[in-house]
Nanobody
Framework: VQLQASGGGLVQAGESLRLSCAAS????????MGWFRQAPGKEREFVAG????????YYADSVKGRFTISRDNAKNTLELQMSSLKPDDTVVYYC??????????????WGQGTQVTVSS
């Protein structure tokens, strides 16, 4: 599975941003997808995950109510709609794919990161 993340950028606190991840290589709907983020010198942390069907989604407490994960299995795409962004959300975001839906950063496939910067 090849994953290509995009959509990062610079926004002000309180604004919104949408990240996208394009997948190719295998049957997209067979895999759970997740978004993780990592700050310099820190461990990669779970942000949100969604099952292959899209029926189940999990969120980190720090983003619950502000971020929404979604997928379009017809287009092989994953999105993360981020709203009410905070300076603490300033990190590199990664999309990932795995056979099972989980919250640990042990997914099998990873895209390159996309930088999100939130100014105060």
């Amino acid at each position: 599975v090849q994953l290509q993340a995009s959509g990062g950028g610079l926004v002000q606190a309180g604004e919104s941003l949408r990240l996208s991840c394009a997948a190719s290589g295998r049957t997209f709907s067979e895999y759970a997808m997740g978004w993780f983020r990592q700050a310099p010198g820190k461990e990669r942390e779970f942000v949100a995950g969604i099952s292959g069907t899209g029926n189940t989604a999990y969120y980190a407490d720090s983003v619950k109510g502000r971020f929404t994960i979604s997928r379009d299995n017809a287009k092989n795409t994953l999105e993360l709609q981020m709203s009410s962004l905070k300076p603490d959300d300033t990190v590199v975001y990664y999309c990932a794919s795995n056979y099972g839906l989980g919250t640990k950063p042990d997914y099998e496939y990873w895209g390159q990161g996309t930088q999100v910067t939130v100014s105060s």
